[in-house]
């Protein structure tokens, strides 16, 4: 075997001239990720050291295994929120309990990352439509920023959802730490300023550094301010977190909580950077290497992990070239920990506040939410309702809220197939809708009914309605009703049933009941129930031009019976050939 084949897929060609680009963009995206590192374990209620076992250890495993050279996974606010709900539903008794726990559902996503990829469900991070996602993850970014009430007032929070929590802290107003506050706002306010000024350096890192200093120099721990505290100075062992006294099922159902919104997240931006950086995507390979990312987070008492939007877009932005960047961010990251530690046990928990804070407003998608309102008023009702499951109902309902949107967003759309009528325009090829052309006229003796959608149990009613609707309103010397199904891609056994009392129901009325560009699917589900035999079997037409030939001036009952698919001339009425 050649040594290149032992090489990682996004470390295969690599050549020396691109390691100055990698090293330099790794030491960058080391720096922006301290502050998330240190601040985001706070959400789920995790210490800071293991915000960065979780930012260390997921890059060498997407390294190793992942498909991108330039994508960089990493703590991201929305699956931190997540972990924070499914962290809730079990009972933790003390700090390590939680950090095991957090552990083990990283090492779940991690496994059910990897079967997804393996099985190509790829497609499946694609199940929250982007109106809900947009809702939902605007809904766990307002949840983070009620969640900072308590960091940035030094008043501890005990509500949940919106409301509660500002209640509590009007009620609890006369135990405001207001330098604390003052503090906080500083440092927010900061980030807001560097952010309009496009600083070369990354804000919340800006922030991390000053509020250091400040911290060392003016004893703000001595005066009532509340920091982070010592961290370890070593890396974790591999090991397997021990879960023995946690229920499985909680776990199971909080992995994959945590699993969906972190791969749909997660693959939406990959998507993004690939678009605008030009690099394929290729979403079953992502969920390998996430899978392991993951894996390698959780056997190293980490958390999950995802595609990281700020530390992909510094590491694109500085010019790497390959994972070797995210090799280097991996080495910068663990000299942070093992040797300049103390530097961050006096940051203060109001800085940390501002910065999540930060972090949360820029997750509130309000371009994306005016666009979805001017597209789609239908859509950004659903983007509401999944921001307010998340908000008010805790962020695990949330995920069912969101699965439950896009069900119905789909059920909806698919209640009320669009159908058309269906005529010629004199002098030219082809068939076109009435209601779009003044010119478009009816065939004689026939009706042409377009069905754009397929025919199932919940908008049979619907279609049966509007075929009866139009059988009643045809005019005098019209025997034939043509089903153009190019556009039906499946039918149900409801759908059969509603078809033969339909069929049944015009020969009442006087017409025949003919179809039309049958694709193989449906067509083989009316044979098996005797669609197309006896006396009253219909007709089915390769095309809509052949059925209109073949009926035209033709009495109903006159027309041949159905031959076997790809028997009979073009023309003849027979089972339609796909």
């Not at 929305?78 to 809730?88: D, R, S």
């Not at 005990?158 to 405001?176: F, N």
């Amino acid at each position: 075997m050649r040594a290149r084949n032992l090489l990682p897929a996004s470390l295969v060609g690599y050549r020396l001239e691109n390691l100055r680009f990698d090293v330099t963009a790794g030491l960058a995206v080391a720096a922006v990720a301290i502050p998330s590192a240190i601040a985001y374990p706070a959400i789920a209620g995790l210490p800071a050291e293991v915000g960065l076992y979780a930012s260390i250890l997921p890059l060498v495993g997407y390294a190793l295994f992942g498909p991108s050279r330039k994508l960089m996974v990493g703590p991201d606010a929305a699956t931190m929120t997540v972990l924070a709900a499914a962290l809730a539903t079990l009972p933790l008794d003390n700090p390590a309990d939680r950090v095991a726990a957090a552990a083990a559902l990283a090492l779940m996503v991690g496994v059910l990352c990897v079967l997804a990829g393996r099985l190509s469900l790829g497609v499946v991070a694609s199940f929250l439509s982007r109106p809900i996602l947009i809702g939902f993850i605007s809904g766990i970014s307002i949840s983070i920023l009620i969640g900072q009430i308590g960091r940035l007032t030094g008043v501890r929070i005990e509500g949940d959802g919106l409301i509660q929590p500002l209640l509590e802290i009007i009620r609890k107003a006369g135990q405001i730490h207001w330098p604390s506050l003052g503090f906080g706002a500083v440092m927010f306010g900061l980030l807001v300023l560097l952010a309009r000024l496009r600083f070369p350096i990354p804000g919340p890192l800006v922030v991390v550094v000053l509020a250091g200093i400040a911290s060392a120099l003016f004893d703000l721990e001595g005066r009532g301010m509340k920091v982070i505290g010592s961290l370890p100075s070593t890396m974790p062992a591999l090991s397997l977190p021990d879960v023995s006294r946690l229920p499985m099922k909680e776990l199971l159902l909080g992995a994959g909580a945590v699993w969906l919104v972190s791969v749909s997240s997660g693959l939406v931006a990959a998507r993004s950077f690939g678009a605008r950086d030009k690099f394929d995507v290729d979403a079953d390979r992502e969920l390998t290497g996430l899978g392991y990312g993951n894996i390698f987070s959780g056997l190293f008492s980490g958390f999950p992990v995802t595609v990281s939007d700020s530390r992909t877009a510094i590491n694109i932005s500085a010019g790497a070239r390959s994972q070797v960047s995210g090799l280097v961010a991996a080495l910068a990251l663990t000299a942070l920990l093992l040797y300049l530690n103390d530097a961050l046990r006096l940051l203060p928990n109001p800085a940390l506040g501002a910065i999540l804070a930060f972090a949360a407003l820029n997750l509130i998608d309000l371009g994306g939410l005016r666009e979805i309102w001017r597209v789609s008023r239908t859509e950004f009702v659903f983007a509401l309702i999944s921001m307010w499951g998340a908000i008010s109902l805790g962020v695990l309902s949330g995920v069912v809220i969101a699965i439950a949107g896009t069900l119905l967003h789909v059920l909806l759309k698919e209640m009320r197939p669009r159908v058309a009528l269906l005529g010629r325009i004199a002098g030219r090829p082809g068939f076109y809708k009435l209601h779009r052309s003044e010119r478009a006229a009816p065939v004689p003796g026939m009706v042409i009914f377009l069905v754009q959608g397929s025919i199932l149990f919940f908008n049979t009613d619907f279609l049966r309605d509007r075929f009866e609707s139009v059988a009643q309103t045809v005019p005098p010397g019209t025997d034939w009703l043509l089903v153009d199904a190019s556009a039906v891609a499946q039918i149900d056994t409801t759908a059969v049933a509603m078809l033969q009392k339909l069929r049944a129901d015009l020969s009442g009325l006087g017409l025949t009941l003919v179809l039309a560009e049958l694709h193989r699917e449906p067509w083989e589900i009316l044979q098996r129930a005797g669609f197309f035999e006896g006396p009253e079997a219909t007709m089915v037409f390769d095309d809509v031009e052949d059925a209109v030939s073949a009926l035209a001036g033709r009495e109903p009952g006159t027309v041949a019976q159905p031959a076997p698919v790809g028997e009979g001339p073009v023309g003849e009425g027979r089972p339609g050939s796909v």
